[in-house]
């Protein structure tokens, strides 16, 4: 039994650490979250909803029984005991339901803001340009450590979080919008993978700020159409709108971005949002790329990995690629467009890749997109992934 102690305020010099004791399995531990004193009024200490959605996300994967001593919203616990638990039990049969103990409240919470994470990829970008059309703008920027930087924390990956909030910020001043920084030790305490945990894990930041959130943002990879759920459901994208729909509380609101936007809709919509331009970064974020943070070039991405490089032909499929020329290496793509285009043509045939189909598709729109010359690359990187595959096979014998 997991047994979780009421939540406490620590003030720093510069920050606030939110936290909470709990003992599990006779041992004592802690989950916090550190925030900058800029935003502590916001925080609650009567409220245990960020706590709450973590530590059962932990009880759950242990099998263990839990109960609180901080209150939580009567909404959220509904949300997670009827709608969230099923649907994780659903992926994973073979764990147990958990009795869950904790006392629920209508708090009285008055949040105005509208929030969204900036992770600075083309997601986060669309889910900021795409709120300003709708009665829900975004008025708040975040950036959370909650597993993306390393999915079981540590150092290393705490000290790419605070590398990376220096390129967020400088997006966030150029958009006028406030940017909040949440640290925290919610990987070291899930100890899981952040794949089918990241929405979760997100959230649980965002309820952290129950007197400044009334609407949130989530940007999901996958439009509602690829909504999946069932033990093949390894990445948590697929049922984002499940998790939305049960870690809400009476004041705060989930809503998904790109609910119905395929990712070429996405490239579209943020090619007409400037800041976009100046700091769209796609790279895979992995220390083994020799590429990233070259002393000789002022671009912010390696424009070699896969996610640059179907960013790159999305944009030149949409016309739009020579924007992106202070983020992009174009002199690189020009010289390897050809096979850039074989990759993205022998995801499409091969793979059946959705986003390699809908690039094409874009391109072809106004002549032929994919030139014959392509073709060959296509071919050879057929060939390279047969060779692995037939590798990976006689080493696991």
């Not at 003992?23 to 531990?29: A, K, R």
């Amino acid at each position: 039994m997991i047994k979780v102690d009421k939540v406490k305020i620590e003030n720093l010099d510069t920050a606030t650490t939110i936290y909470c004791d709990y003992e599990n399995g006779g041992s004592s531990d802690r989950l916090w979250y550190e925030v900058s004193e800029d935003w502590s009024e916001y925080l609650s200490t009567d409220c245990g909803d960020a706590f709450f959605v973590v530590l059962v996300l932990l009880a759950h994967y242990q099998g263990q029984d839990i109960s609180f001593t901080t209150p939580v919203s009567t909404r959220l616990y509904y949300g997670v005991t009827e709608i969230l638990l099923p649907g994780l039990q659903v992926i994973d049969p073979e764990l147990p339901a958990i009795n869950i103990t904790a006392d629920t409240k209508d708090f009285s919470f008055k949040p105005t803001e509208i929030g969204t994470a900036l992770s600075l990829g083309v997601d986060s970008f669309h889910a900021v340009a795409s709120s300003f059309d709708t009665p829900y703008p975004v008025t708040h920027l975040t950036l959370f450590n909650s597993g993306a930087f390393g999915d079981y924390g540590g150092e290393t990956s705490r000290a790419l979080f605070h590398k990376t909030i220096e390129s967020v910020n400088e997006a966030a001043i150029a958009m006028n919008l406030p940017l909040i920084t949440i640290d925290s030790n919610i990987s070291e305490v899930l100890n899981v993978s952040f794949v089918p945990t990241h929405s979760i894990r997100n959230l649980s930041f965002a309820l952290l700020l129950p007197a400044l959130f009334s609407h949130f943002y989530y940007a999901s990879g996958y439009p509602v159409s690829k909504f999946k759920l069932d033990p093949s459901s390894i990445d948590a994208t697929h049922y984002d709108l499940l998790i939305a729909k049960a870690l809400c509380t009476e004041s705060f609101e989930v809503m998904i971005a790109g609910l119905h936007d395929d990712r070429i809709d996405k490239v579209a919509t943020i090619a007409s949002f400037e800041p976009s331009t100046h700091y769209l970064n796609v790279c895979i974020l992995a220390d083994s790329n020799e590429f990233l943070d070259r002393s000789d070039t002022q671009v912010k991405n390696c424009s070699r990995c896969f996610k640059c490089v179907k960013t790159m032909v999305a944009m030149d499929a949409l016309g739009v690629l020579d924007n992106y020329s202070e983020v992009f290496d174009l002199e690189l793509y020009a010289a390897k467009r050809l096979e850039y285009l074989g990759w993205i043509l022998y995801d499409a045939k091969k793979l059946k890749s959705t986003h390699a189909i809908e690039t094409i598709q874009e391109g072809n729109k106004s002549s032929r997109f994919i030139p014959l010359q392509a073709y060959p690359y296509a071919l050879s990187r057929g060939k390279r992934n047969l060779v692995s595959k037939l590798k990976r096979k006689i080493e696991s014998k």
